[in-house]
């Protein structure tokens, strides 16, 4: 990575939803070592507090707060918090998600609900939050986790999680389209990557389904960290609309 590039990580600040594992846990630490002061938000506060124990102990800029995306005014003080704390906010990386494998058949309408409040809502809700903070600045970046799932439907079992996914990009796309000249919106679409995810399916099936699919083809979730860092470190001038990136192995 040229100095060049690394510098336009420095000094940013980053929100991101989802900080207490998996690839927003990698994904903020990552930045933080890159010298971005990073703000994260999910429920469990107490491993969002070990986290930001770790990142400061290496010389990281943290905040954390606990944060249900499915409440619209957690999120935004979630955003307003990173704005009070280091005075602005660059980017916000739209990632807590929640992925339940089960046939539509199962009908677990609850599992719906939560995969559509989390993975869509909570997106929107996150929009709401950062928007009018970036229209006021003239600048600001949305990058949004989808997954390969939202490119091609994950059938049988991830019917819903597809669409949560096929929601994720079209919103984003649109995002951009409506917003676009100094604000950015990347897509990042990832495979199999090792994280919580994996744990997300109460269906016996779904499940033991998942473990070995997961088994066969994750990478580390560094993998996801490098292709957002590669879309932050770019000039105001450019937008990396999408990034997809799979494990080799993996055929879907
Ligand atoms: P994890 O389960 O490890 O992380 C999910 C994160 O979302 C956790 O930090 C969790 O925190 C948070 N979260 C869940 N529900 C809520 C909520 N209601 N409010 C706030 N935060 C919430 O999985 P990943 O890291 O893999 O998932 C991150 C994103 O990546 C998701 O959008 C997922 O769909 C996507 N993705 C993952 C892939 C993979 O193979 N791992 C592939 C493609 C996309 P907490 O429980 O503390 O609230």
Redesign the pocket.
């Given at each position: 990575m040229s100095s060049v590039l690394a510098n336009n990580i420095s000094g940013k600040v980053v929100v991101i939803?989802?900080?207490?594992?998996?690839?927003?846990?990698t994904t903020a630490r990552h930045l933080a070592s890159l010298g971005a002061s990073v703000v994260l938000?999910?429920?469990?506060i107490d491993?969002?507090e070990a986290i930001a124990a770790d990142i400061r102990t290496a010389g990281g800029k943290v905040a954390v707060q606990a944060?249900?995306?499915?409440r619209p005014d957690e999120v935004k003080a979630l955003v307003n918090l990173a704005q009070e704390r280091f005075g602005k906010v660059d980017v916000v990386i739209n990632?807590?998600?929640?992925?339940a494998i089960a046939p539509l058949a199962e009908t677990r309408v609850d599992e719906w609900d939560r995969m559509i409040?989390?993975?869509v809502k909570?997106l929107l809700y996150g929009v709401a939050a950062a928007l009018p903070i970036f229209q006021a600045q003239g600048s600001g970046h949305f990058i949004n986790?989808?997954?390969?799932?939202g490119i091609k439907v994950f059938s049988p079992g991830g019917t819903v999680?597809s669409g949560t996914?096929f929601a994720v990009r079209a919103i984003a796309e649109g995002l951009r389209h409506e917003v676009g000249g100094k604000i950015r919106s990347t897509i990042i679409?990832?495979?199999?990557?090792?994280?919580?995810?994996?744990?997300?399916s109460s269906d016996t099936q779904g499940a033991a389904f998942v473990k070995d699919f997961?088994q066969q083809n994750?990478i580390p979730?560094e993998s996801?960290a490098r292709a957002i860092a590669y879309a932050i470190e770019q000039p105001a001038d450019v937008d990396i609309n999408e990034i997809v990136l799979r494990p080799t192995v993996q055929e879907f």
């Open positions: 939803t989802g900080g207490s594992s998996g690839l927003g846990e938000g999910a429920r469990r491993k969002l944060t249900d995306v499915t990632n807590a998600g929640l992925m409040d989390i993975n909570g986790i989808s997954s390969v799932a999680y996914k679409s990832p495979g199999a990557v090792e994280s919580e995810l994996k744990y997300g997961y994750e979730s996801v």
